[in-house]
């Protein structure tokens, strides 16, 4: 018994992506502080989970938002971020 694989909308594999992103720079900041960025990005996508599926505006507003959080966190001289 398969199951049929998931079919995501641009939107929903954008935002998965930004995730991933995301834990893929947390994995470039050192290994002592990696817990409070996962924490952190956790937080960031659940604070905003209650965004209709169907808003658009907002939800590509908050992808350009992650996006350049992303570019910011990811920089060499940030070492650690708190909650």
């Known amino acids: ?7 995501r909308s641009g939107l929903q594999r954008d935002i998965l992506n930004l995730y991933r992103e995301c834990f893929r720079a947390a994995r470039l900041k050192p290994e002592a502080n990696r817990p409070h960025f996962h ?3 956790r937080m960031q996508f659940r604070k905003h ?6 808003d658009f505006s907002t939800i590509e507003y908050l992808l350009r938002t992650g996006k350049r959080q992303l570019k910011v966190y990811s920089a060499p001289s940030i070492e650690d971020v708190t909650i």
């Open 1 to 7: 018994m398969s199951t049929a694989p998931v079919r």
């Open 49 to 54: 989970s209650d965004v209709k599926q169907r």
């Open 39 to 41: 924490a952190f990005i």
